[in-house]
T-cell receptor, first 113, second 111 residues
Framework: EAGVAQSPRYKIIEKRQSVAFWCNPI?????LYWYQQILGQGPKLLIQ????????DSQLPKDRFSAERLKGVDSTLKIQPAKLEDSAVYLC???????????FGPGTRLTVL | RKEVEQDPGPFNVPEGATVAFNCTYS??????FFWYRQDCRKEPKLLMS???SGNEDGRFTAQLNRASQYISLLIRDSKLSDSATYLC????????????FGRGTSLIVHP
């Protein structure tokens, strides 16, 4: 069974630039999560989708971050404009609907200079 | 109290030791708890679910204490390969399942 796919794996941008991350969840998983993980901290949930609807985005900085999951499958997370403090690993996971367990992709390591 | 709290450690133990971590949570209505393991520069991976009756998988045992609102992870006979960060996950208050991760506890197993 294929796992969660994410791209790119690494991205370096300058502050005020835009960046987008892509995630393709495990087939059949209706729930998709985006997390931000800063070094030394646990993953912080940015947004949670159930199919193509948003379950929670209370911790998403909506002035600069946006996410979509138009067809209820893959998803894109965008940052525009980026700030230095956005440097982090962005993790995507998909959820088993019967057990609430999550399976993570390899993440995208973002560096903002 | 924060939604979820973990002692960041590091816990430094010799091979063969038994080590236990706790994770406290504030939402008394929480139902689904998990432990994930994260290796350095890798993504988190599910270690085990935490059931009301406890859960054991080989050298690992997870327990839930609802009265005191914490979950625990016990590792027996530690191996060098157990060195990692252990993250607990508890659900946020509310109807839908919305996970909150702890900051993780770092374990270092030395020879």
């Amino acid at each position: 069974e294929a796992g969660v796919a994410q791209s790119p794996r690494y991205k370096i941008i300058e502050k005020r630039q835009s960046v987008a991350f892509w995630c393709n969840p495990i087939s059949g998983h209706a729930t998709l999560y985006w997390y931000q993980q800063i070094l030394g901290q646990g993953p912080k949930l940015l947004i949670q989708f159930q199919n193509n609807g948003v379950v929670d985005d209370s911790q998403l900085p909506k002035d600069r971050f946006s996410a979509e999951r138009l067809k209820g499958v893959d998803s894109t997370l965008k940052i525009q404009p980026a700030k230095l403090e956005d440097s982090a690993v962005y993790l995507c996971s998909s959820g088993d609907p019967f057990t609430d367990t999550q399976y993570f992709g390899p993440g995208t390591r973002l560096t903002v200079l | 109290r924060k939604e979820v709290e973990q002692d960041p450690g590091p816990f430094n133990v010799p091979e063969g030791a038994t080590v236990a971590f706790n994770c406290t949570y504030s939402n008394s209505a929480s139902q689904s708890f998990f432990w994930y393991r994260q290796d350095c520069r890798k993504e988190p991976k599910l270690l085990m679910s935490v059931y009301s009756s406890g859960n054991e998988d080989g050298r690992f045992t997870a327990q839930l204490n609802r009265a005191s609102q914490y979950i625990s992870l016990l590792i027996r006979d530690s191996k060098l390969s157990d060195s990692a960060t252990y993250l607990c996950v508890v659900p946020r208050a509310g109807g839908s399942y919305i996970p909150t991760f702890g900051r993780g506890t770092s374990l270092i197993v030395h020879p």
